[in-house]
């Protein structure tokens, strides 16, 4: 059938697979939006993102939520989490 | 079985027809796999689209025509903002390319893998996933039963339901009383009771001020207890009365001739009387075997897999999540963790473990907003708060980060419609 053949030329879905949290952060940052009150995070620079969440871990930077997620991630989860965000569309 | 038929025929047209492009990605093993989805709302729906990405060929069975979401309808019952707001539907989803099927899924073969619908046709499955909500319990509390939920609205599924309170609250005299029963945990989204005390009396402030407001309560402590109540101090001074479990607040019977409550110590007639009672998994997770004796359902926390029925996931507010609640913004975190799960498993794939995160906003006033958050990982077969994420807003803050609140509320649901439905 030709599903079956075209299995061989199926790419690698590896970095399609979103990191553990990355996908529920577009609950509140949905993509593509302009003029969002929440902005949006597919393709930001991953260090911008990074650092970010370390300033809102540290509380250097005020929030209203962010402090609180930020908390819940290692910087080596968050490190994964904005490497998969920077590719998204 | 003509609806499995249909879609099979339309796949190989599909197949045939389509740039190979298209196609790319779909393994042989994904094109044949089957994933049936029940219930369009935010947990399934999320669910749906998220396996659709990646390439599997799905059907979303829904009965309703028109989807009315919960989050916000406190406002709609306190007159800040039409229902039409609240109604989406899945006129998108069906577009993209999911097999939409506007029927009720009256039962389950886990053994043949197949969900039965209303007209008798039935859909085969390979991986089944179950998101219908809840069901009130209109056997828990003597008296309850639909013909009372006509006189006393529960509101706890949006809809008539909603439109029925916002009428009785408009109709009520200055000077009336608004008495609610809240329930015992668990139940669908912990903070809603009190959001909606909090702005049935901004309302009564607003436009009928001698009013009152009365919390009969089956628990002695709720979520954003500290906030709720402080808020209310500040802006509804002597307005609400709310009465503990340990106070006597549990509402043991109800008389809806008399638009009364009773509880141990005394009944407790309104002027607007409204009851949220009891609840469990929807129906069809009865039916399907993997709701347990509480009536919720357990899961494994990695994959959302029944524990009761293989072959079969539950999210939403039907599940038994650990710590997470019973909330829409975890309905749709926990559909994208499951589709990535069931994804995995059909290609064959040990699934990750996930993480999730849900965030609860409440208004306690149009601009009031308040919010409890939490992370959660699978840590002794549940899903348990990350230590040291997640808590409420801080109980000391100025109108100002309130307000903000507020705004990132509403942005909430926008995005997560938006997501889901658009
Ligand atoms: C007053 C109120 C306020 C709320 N506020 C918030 C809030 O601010 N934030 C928040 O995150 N959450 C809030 N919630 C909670 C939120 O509404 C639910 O947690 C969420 O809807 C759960 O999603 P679900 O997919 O599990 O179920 P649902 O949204 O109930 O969707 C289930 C769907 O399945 C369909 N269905 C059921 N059985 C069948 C069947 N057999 N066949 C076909 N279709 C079927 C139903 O028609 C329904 O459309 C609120 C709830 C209430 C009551």
New interface residues.
Partial sequence: MAVATMTVTVPAMAQNVAPPGATACSGCHGPGISDAVVPPLHGRPPGEIVGAMQDFRTGQRPATVMDRIAKGFTDEETRAIASWLSQQP | MPQALTRRTLLKTA??GAA?AA??????AQ??SKVVVVGGGFGGATCAR?LQRAGFAISLVEANAVYTACPFSNAVIAGLRPIEAQQLKLDAVEKGGIAVVRQRATRVDPQARRVILADGSSLDYDRLVLSPGIDIRFDALPGYDEAAAAIMPHAWKAGEQTILLRRQLEAMDDGGIFVMAAPANPFRCPPGPYERASLVAHYLKTHKPRSKLLILDAKDSFSKQRLFQAAWQDLYPGMIEWVSLSSGGKVIEVDAKANTLVTDFGRHKGDVVNVIPPQRAGEIAQVAGVADRTGWCPIDPVTFESRLQPGIHVIGDASIAGGMPKSA?SA??QG??CA?AVAGLLRGKAP??????N?CYSLVAPDYGI?V???Y?PRNGLLAD?E????T?PVNAPPS?RA??A??AE??F???S??VYG
């Fill in positions: 197949v045939v190979a196609f790319s990605r779909r393994t042989a094109a044949s998220e913004f749709n975190a994208k963790a990535a990750a473990e996930p993480k999730l995160i965030t919010s958050a939490g992370v990982t990350v040291g994420a997640g808590g807003s980060f903000q609140e705004v990132y942005a909430w926008q995005t997560i938006r997501e």
